[in-house]
């Protein structure tokens, strides 16, 4: 058996006149959870579709378990039934005609299942999401949480190898978002599946997936471990829309050297060529520490925020934005000099 | 899984082919024969020229000029008329608006082919309820007389002008309150606020209406018909029937009339449509907000007395009026010469051509209605969700029967099957396939407002759970459509028991149905006969109106 569970090579998909995806390759493991993240229009949701049969690329390749689903050069596109993946809806979809019961059973059904064994399924699939209870209730009398519960048993119940996921919790408010965040991880850690998310919420992508695509216009920015995207943005677009992060124009003047405008010297990773290098807030020190990029500057403003105390500092080189815990708190006006390490400044691309 | 047969490109297919063959085909006969100058009976055309157009504006001026006269007058009434209510039911404080709103929809249920009648009978020269009190207290000669331009516009805006009710009043409903609330805390006066802000933002809502509304005056059939033709008073619907009884039947005059007036009311519909689509005027957000009724103080049962007398002239007195008919000998107002008896009911459930037209009339609801809706939830389907290529021409060519006058769609029908081989001229079949045509768009859009409610990923994620298109249809959309379904129906299948249009060329000796009967009726036996013909016809569309009520009670108890 191949390692690789999903194959994504060069897929473009067009609504008319615009593409919306524009030539994305990528692969996901067997068991591995990968995230699609971007803004709203980033073609992330259409390439999740486009997975899952419900859009109609225009070129590339889908392959299942090496199995071509989409195969524009073939000109093959196997529909949707039949491509026995799973989805859970943004909407959640949960059919307001039927009882909680036989909406986890649909898909078992349409497999011509046993009852008995449609009987065990369901109730696993409901037991995982603590829903048993309601399982003669009507899908209409669920709440939001509820039926988000139901969309997932629903999505689990006949066994898929792989389960796409279309934002699911952006209907949630922030409180069970952050539950239900806990639960799914938990989840895909105990069924043996394999997930493709897709999110525009930055943080859920960071928590929850194995691996995060950044997309942006239809194309890819960048592939890597929510670490890495998160510690080595390799654009302006990532370091941007992942986290918050300061960005310092200025110049390469050598090997791992960057000199920004102001005429500080800093030492960087990264890329070798650009003009920008990306600061995270969460890694600047407002003490010196020995061996770190130093920049002398003074404090513009501050503003407390419970979880952390957010600074606006004046520096040569343009306002940088501090976080830190919300101790030893500085005033405004106050001088200061922001200690940040070479590991965390890093060169941007372009 | 096995890879099934894909269903969902042939049914689409025949779907559309079918529809096509039942809306442009009619028209296309028709525009041919329009221009036919030869033999009007020949078909295919010998000669063409536009000789047919020419002679409507030689020989038919005062028709056009009847026309329009009338037209404007209904329609002033019915805009004057529907303002009035709209503002007092939407703006103000008065007294049980909500069961008043419904009462409104009545006059339109009732048909202006009944209400017609009844005018004739409250209003008649001499022997008109009015008149007979008037005589018996002494009067001399007529007080009214409804035989007149004016009698059959006031009959078209009693009948046919609610349509102007329901715009405007939704233009006000649509109107955000915070707009008129945002000018009183400026420091605005009541009126000036009414002035400045309600006024013109309603204005574009009532320019709208009166457009929509003339052009469905022009068109208008029923009252011109059942008054008109007795008075002598001809206008262009009445005129394209009236050419086709001559012998020979004119068709091709009465093709060249129909499409004119067709050309007239579509042009005024398209302009109508660009209008509200151009999107300046947009009081109306989509969302529905819930205007705050102004106090009007001891005004209040003055403005109920208003809804009152409306209720009074288009709902109470018609049918009071026909009930009284109905149940006498020789139809009087004064009671003490009243000779009571139910034998116009026995006679029009017994007499042969008139039970005959009552089942035909049931029958033809029931079969259409029901072939109709699984016709129209497919079309629904393929229009709106099927993502197939033009599908936006399909919904236009759905949608095509609604700017075609009835009258005319019959009368090209008429000529269509006349001169294509298939010998269902004159029978059942014919009106069925008629009616179908003319119930699309109806059917349509009432289905369509359940389907774009459904949210789309209901559908695609029983495809993703592994069902086929069929199993889809079956297990998700059409449950799901159910209320839909059946609100659409009731609607259909009312709509087909009042059908008068396009039944009137249509209808033949061995296939009669119930409006037409009943004009039939109006002009060769008796009112008293033809009023309980009426009543029947009335009776029945409201029992099916009193179910839909139920029913969509119901429904949206449910889906909320």
């Not at chain 1, 999110?199 to 239809?218: C, F, K, P, W, Y």
Request: hydrophobic share 50%; charged share 15%.
């Amino acid at each position: 058996m191949s390692p690789t569970r999903i194959e994504v090579t060069d897929l473009v998909v067009r609504y008319g006149e615009q593409i919306a995806v524009h030539g994305v390759s990528f692969t996901v493991g067997r068991g591995e959870h990968l995230t699609l993240l971007g803004p709203s229009g980033c073609g992330k949701t259409t390439t999740l579709r486009a997975i899952a049969g419900l859009e109609q690329p225009s070129a590339g390749s889908i392959r299942i378990d090496g199995q071509a689903m989409y195969d524009a050069s073939a000109r093959r596109n196997i529909p949707a039934e039949q491509r026995g993946v799973s989805m859970v809806f943004q909407s959640y979809a949960v059919w307001p005609h039927m009882t909680v019961y036989d909406n986890v059973a649909y898909g078992l059904r349409v497999r011509k299942q046993s009852a008995a064994d449609i009987k065990t399924h369901v109730e696993r699939a409901l037991d995982l999401v603590q829903m048993r209870h309601l399982a003669d209730r009507a899908a209409s009398k669920l709440s939001g949480g509820q039926q988000q519960r139901v969309a997932l048993a629903r999505a689990i119940a006949f066994s898929p190898t792989v389960v796409l996921f279309d934002e699911p919790l952006s209907n949630l408010d922030a409180k069970l978002r952050a539950e239900m965040r806990v639960e799914l991880r938990e989840l895909q850690r105990r069924l043996d599946i394999t997930s493709v998310y897709v999110t525009h919420d930055q943080e859920e992508a960071l928590a929850i997936s194995d691996r995060v695509i950044v997309m942006n216009v239809g194309v890819i920015e960048q592939i890597g471990t929510p670490e890495d995207i998160y510690n080595r943005p390799r654009s302006r677009f990532v370091a941007d829309f992942v986290g918050s992060a300061n960005l310092i124009k200025g110049k390469v003047t050598g090997q791992g050297t960057f000199e920004a405008e102001g005429g500080a010297i800093l030492k960087t990773v990264g890329g070798t060529a650009g003009s920008e290098v990306a600061v995270r807030t969460a890694y600047i020190d407002m003490v010196a520490q020995p061996g770190d990029n130093q920049l002398a500057g003074h404090v513009r403003q501050r503003m407390f925020h419970g979880d952390f105390v957010q600074y606006i500092v004046e520096c040569a080189c343009g306002r940088l934005i501090v976080r830190r815990p919300p101790v030893n708190l500085l005033e405004e006006g106050a001088p200061v000099t922001l200690s940040f390490s070479p590991e965390h400044t890093v060169l941007l691309q372009g | 899984m096995k890879p099934g047969f894909n269903w969902q490109p042939v049914v689409s297919a025949a779907v559309v082919v079918v529809v096509a063959f039942l809306v442009l085909l009619p028209i296309v006969f028709l525009v041919g024969e329009s221009l036919n100058v030869g033999d009007s009976m020949a078909f295919p055309p010998r000669e063409y020229g536009i000789a047919n157009y020419i002679a409507m504006f030689d020989e038919d001026i005062n028709v056009l000029v009847n026309t329009v006269e009338i037209a404007v007058m209904a329609t002033i009434m019915a805009i004057l008329i529907g303002f009035t209510l709209a503002w007092i039911l939407t703006r103000t404080n008065v007294p049980g608006r909500e069961l008043l709103e419904r009462l409104m929809e009545l006059p339109y249920y009732m048909t202006p082919l009944v209400g017609a009648l009844a005018w004739s009978v409250i209003a008649g020269p001499k022997s008109g309820f009015v008149n007979q009190l008037w005589h018996a207290s002494g009067g001399k000669g007529d007080i009214v007389d409804v035989y007149g331009h004016f009698g059959i516009a006031w009959i078209m805006a009693l009948f046919e002008g609610t349509v102007a009710f329901v715009m405007i009043s939704a233009s006000m409903k649509s109107m955000d309150p915070a707009l008129e609330e945002s000018a009183r805390v400026m420091g605005a006066s009541k009126l000036r606020t009414m002035l400045t802000v309600t006024l013109p933002l309603v204005m574009p809502g009532v320019l709208g209406a009166t457009l929509f509304v003339f052009a469905e005056m022009l068109g208008s059939f029923a009252a011109a018909l059942v008054i008109g033709i007795p008075a002598r008073i001809y206008v262009i619907t009445t005129a394209i029937w009236d050419s086709t009884l001559s012998y020979p039947p004119d068709y091709g005059r009465a093709s060249a009339m129909g499409l004119s007036l067709f050309v007239v009311m579509f042009g005024m519909l398209t302009f109508y449509r660009w209008r509200i689509t151009k999107g300046s005027y947009a009081t109306i957000t989509g969302k529905a907000f819930r205007p705050r009724p102004m106090d009007m103080g001891r005004l209040t049962w003055l403005l109920l007395g208003v809804c009152l007398l409306y209720g009074a002239l288009a709902v109470v007195m018609p049918l009071a009026a026909l009930i009284m008919t109905s149940l006498q000998r020789f139809a009087t107002v004064i009671l003490s010469q009243a000779e009571w008896t139910i034998a116009n009911y026995r006679t029009a459930l017994e007499l042969g051509p008139i039970r005959v037209a009552i089942g035909n009339s049931l029958g033809l609801g029931f079969g259409v209605a029901s072939v109709g809706v699984v016709l129209m939830a497919l079309l629904v389907w393929i229009i709106y969700r099927s993502r197939i290529r033009g599908s936006g021409a399909i919904e236009y060519l759905v949608m095509f029967p609604q700017a075609v006058p009835r009258l005319v769609f019959g009368l090209a029908l008429l000529w269509a099957w006349l001169n294509i081989p298939i010998p269902i001229y004159g029978t059942l079949w014919l009106l069925a396939l008629a009616y179908l045509t003319v119930m699309l768009p109806l059917g349509v859009r009432t289905l369509a407002g359940v389907v774009l409610q459904i949210d789309k990923s209901l559908e695609e994620c029983a495809r993703v759970c592994g069902a086929g298109w069929v199993y889809q249809m079956r297990t998700v959309t059409l449950p799901l459509l159910r209320p839909g379904i059946l609100a659409a129906w009731l609607l259909i299948f009312m709509a087909c028991v009042r059908e008068l249009g396009a039944s009137v060329f249509l209808m033949g000796p061995d296939a009669r149905v119930i409006a037409p009967s009943i004009v039939a009726a109006f002009a060769s036996s008796g009112t008293e006969l033809t009023a309980a013909m009426a009543l029947i016809q009335t009776g029945t569309v409201v029992l099916a109106l009193v179910i839909l009520f139920r029913l969509t009670r119901g429904v949206t108890k449910e889906m909320t």
